[in-house]
């Protein structure tokens, strides 16, 4: 079964939009720094795993990276203000190796995001479906769905975005990309 690529590049995004706030944490010198970055990263770490993305090792690593801060024979060290600094030192890399991990997929989103407003415009054109606010809304998407895969014309794109997403993220961004409006 194919992962969701309309999740993880939402999920990804996300992540991205969230870290500014940890990056200010550091300079408004947040007692809780630390353990807002090791959060993000665990976060990230999830994201990855769960989509099966081998850069999960690498959030992991720089997790370890922190923590092994917490670990000192030295007497006098601020185990505190060592792990704040390695912490600081990884920032653009963590952020990097998402932004990474998130381009190819966001690409491809947007390529299917393209098809899938032509298709849309096309089967709203040959005005065959139309909208009705007393049906269910995903009913009516798996609807445009079905007639796009049986309509001759329609049926090249269908298979396009077949072979580039899975069922469920083809309904998901159908439902994202249809103007009710033009199926009325």
């Known amino acids: 079964m194919k992962k969701s690529q309309f999740i993880l590049v939402s999920q990804l995004k996300e992540k991205l939009m969230g870290f500014p706030e940890v990056v200010s944490s550091l300079e ?21 795993s769960t989509h099966n993305i081998s850069e999960v090792s690498e959030m992991a ?35 990097s190796i998402v932004l990474h991990v998130l381009t190819p997929h966001e690409r491809k989103m ?11 415009a096309l ?30 014309d329609l049926k090249i794109g269908g298979v396009k975005l077949k072979s580039m997403l899975s069922e469920m993220d083809i309904i998901m961004l159908f439902a994202d990309e249809i103007d009710l409006n033009d199926f009325s």
């Not at 370890?64 to 990884?90: C, F, H, M, P």
């Not at 040959?126 to 001759?152: C, G, M």
């Open 28 to 48: 408004k010198k947040d007692p809780h720094f630390v353990e807002k970055i090791l959060a993000w990263l665990k976060s990230a770490e999830d994201i990855f």
């Open 61 to 95: 690593g720089f997790r370890g990276k922190i923590l092994a801060g917490k670990i000192s024979d030295e007497r006098g060290v601020n185990i505190r203000k060592t792990q704040i600094k390695i912490a600081a030192n990884i920032l653009y890399d963590v952020q």
């Open 110 to 120: 947007d390529e299917c995001r393209d098809i899938t407003k032509q298709l849309l």
């Open 123 to 152: 089967a709203a054109q040959a005005k065959t479906l139309h909208y009705n606010p007393e049906n269910d809304f995903e009913d009516f998407v798996r609807q445009v769905w079905h007639y796009i895969l049986s309509d001759n």
